[in-house]
């Protein structure tokens, strides 16, 4: 049963961890005024794709995540620092911590 609720929690934090990275790549498009149809086109990627993982269902390979970076034109560390909604500040997520 131990062994469940460890995994039932892991699950839960990926889920987090995927929305919040969806959130965060929609935020970077959104202020970099491009549509899914656009932002899809340069990373590589169907609108599709794109949408589930702005939705935090899906996850990018580290393919896509890479043409997702140069796409946005940012660093991996600018597109994985997330908003802690519960302080107001900003704070990096690792998927080392969990």
């Not at 935090?56 to 034109?73: H, Q």
Request: charged share 35%.
């Amino acid at each position: 049963m131990r062994l469940r609720q460890t995994c039932d929690r892991c699950k839960r934090r990926l889920t987090s961890l995927r929305t919040q990275f969806g959130q965060r790549v929609r935020q970077i498009r959104d202020e970099l005024g491009k549509t899914q149809e656009e932002f899809a086109e340069m990373a590589g990627m169907s609108v599709d794709f794109l949408s589930l993982i702005e939705r935090g269902r899906n996850a990018p390979s580290f393919k896509k995540l890479e043409l997702m970076i140069k796409g946005l034109g940012v660093s991996a560390a600018y597109l994985f620092t997330f908003e802690d909604s519960s302080r107001g500040k900003k704070s990096r997520k690792s998927a080392a911590r969990h």
